[in-house]
């Protein structure tokens, strides 16, 4: 079975990724391309409150765990997939590095300054201020991608232009194939 091609696009809340993700899934034309969103998947799970039986960090988890497999299960069908995500627990990571094919990943980091996001988070009006700030150091502890973008200094568009020019120049090992061999070592 052929794998689509993973682009991964990792960063903080308010970074930018939605954004550019929906860019890229119009501009790419060598396969369809999906746009999995870690948290439209979250919105999928019912609203009713969580007894004291379901904590919310398990149910986050097992949502987490879950979101993994279908971008799994969408490559492995020969699908293409824009993932678009926040990388907080080093387990998540170590999860995907276990379930997808390391050279079908096209690892991209999107940075944005703390300052940017904060004014971000508060002309969205849907998100806690704050967030993004405490997400900053977490999400690009692992260190290593193949590209990385900078969404405070180029617009959604020119962001994903340049992972599609990025694509045919892919290194090999790819930053999945380099954090595998590191961290399941």
Partial sequence: MTYGQIIFLNGTSSSGKSS????LVELLDDQVYFHLA???????????PLTEHEQLDEVLKRTRMGFHR??????????????????TEPWRLLDLLELLPAEQV???GV??????????????????I?????????VHAHGDYDLELDSSTADPLECARRIRDFLPHRPTPT???RLRAELLA
């Fill in 38 to 48: 870690v948290d439209a998947f979250g919105a999928m799970r019912t609203k009713r």
């Fill in 20 to 23: 550019i993700a929906e860019e």
């Fill in 106 to 108: 096209l690892f991209v």
């Fill in 130 to 138: 704050g967030a993004a700030a405490l997400q900053f150091p977490l």
């Fill in 70 to 87: 279908s971008i799994a299960a969408m490559a492995s069908a020969g699908n293409g997939v824009v993932v678009d995500h926040v990388l």
């Fill in 111 to 128: 940075h944005c300054p703390v300052e940017e996001l904060n004014r971000r988070e508060l002309a969205r009006g849907d998100r806690q």
């Fill in 175 to 177: 930053a999945f194939s």
